[in-house]
């Protein structure tokens, strides 16, 4: 569904995001809408899909946001145009606090099993994305908030940032996947220790140990993790759409297959995806013209 920008300046006018006016002038293009999360194209950044987590206070994963979340993922994954995907949150101080821990209060514990595991797919559909994703944490992620940002490819925090998983202090431990994504990011003995802890890190640690790949001073509009993620997308924006999909998925799957061996055999076959693409031959011709190639993703 798309919207006017007249109409989506007045729908935010009412939110708690103070610099939100100037974001939705300098960044909306068109919309796909709903009350707890927005996905939007800027013009701006022409290749670049923009997923807002906005439900106020602390964007606690319910299962409407659940089902929306996905909603979103399938769209996405269908856009063979994107060069990338800026997953950031709408609300100030605030990635992703967790569940909705009152939510879950009502949940029969016969249920728990089955929304646990839709919470698990629900991340996992968001790393089996074809193209990039950059996770941009100007707040607190505890929880099932940090196991989201861990579905990304880079993570970007600002000096604010807080993350944590603290399952173990509600007497269970991550279950959408955080046992399993952070030791493959920080390595198994900090991750054990993160986990039985609960400590959280704020943004210079999360750089140090490998969470984040970048740790930038916060702003004065509280933003700074989304405009690093903005200029690094720009760069995304200049490459191959096939080329950045065959390069993530020769990474995600070489690492998963074990031996480096098993992994070059699937660096070969992403690379005979990209020799019959016409973007292979535009760069050629562009370099040859001493010009900016223009990419179609074809």
């Known amino acids: 569904v798309c919207s006017s920008d ?12 103070r610099n939100i006016s100037r974001f939705s002038k300098r960044y909306l293009s068109t919309q796909t809408s709903s009350s707890e999360i927005f996905l ?3 013009e701006s950044h022409p290749g670049i899909a923009l997923f807002t987590l906005n439900r106020p206070p602390v964007n606690a994963v319910s299962l409407s946001l659940g089902a929306r979340f996905r909603e979103c993922i399938e769209e996405l994954k269908s856009n063979k145009s994107l060069q990338g995907v800026i997953l950031h949150s709408n609300v100030p101080k605030i990635f992703c606090a967790g569940a909705d821990l009152k939510e879950r209060m009502s949940i029969k514990e016969e249920d728990v099993p089955g929304m646990v595991k839709n919470f698990r797919l629900m991340i996992q559909d968001m790393s089996e994305l074809p193209m990039p994703v950059i996770c941009a944490i100007d707040g607190v992620a505890m929880g099932g908030g940090l196991e989201i940002a861990l579905g990304a490819d880079i993570r970007i925090c600002s000096t604010t940032a807080k993350v944590a998983l603290t399952e173990t202090k509600l007497a269970i431990i991550p279950g959408g996947g955080g046992t399993q994504r952070l030791p493959r990011v920080v390595g198994v003995p900090k991750a054990k220790e993160l986990i039985f ?3 959280s890190v704020d943004g210079v640690e999360a750089e140090r140990i490998g969470i984040a790949n970048y740790c930038v ?5 509280g933003d700074a993790a989304f405009q690093k993620s903005l200029e690094l997308a720009s760069l995304l924006q200049e490459r191959g759409p096939v080329a950045l999909r065959m390069a993530k998925k020769a990474i995600t799957e070489g690492f998963e297959a074990g031996p480096v061996r098993a992994g070059l055999d699937i660096e070969h076959d992403c690379y ?12 050629l011709i562009a370099f040859k013209e001493k010009r900016a190639p223009k990419f179609k993703g074809e």
């Open 217 to 221: 001073e916060q702003n004065e509009q």
């Open 272 to 283: 005979m995806g990209v020799i019959p693409t016409s973007d292979r031959i535009e760069a």
């Open 40 to 42: 939007r194209y800027p």
């Open 6 to 17: 007249l109409e989506y300046k007045s729908y935010l006018s009412g939110m708690l995001f």
């Open 197 to 199: 802890t609960g400590r």
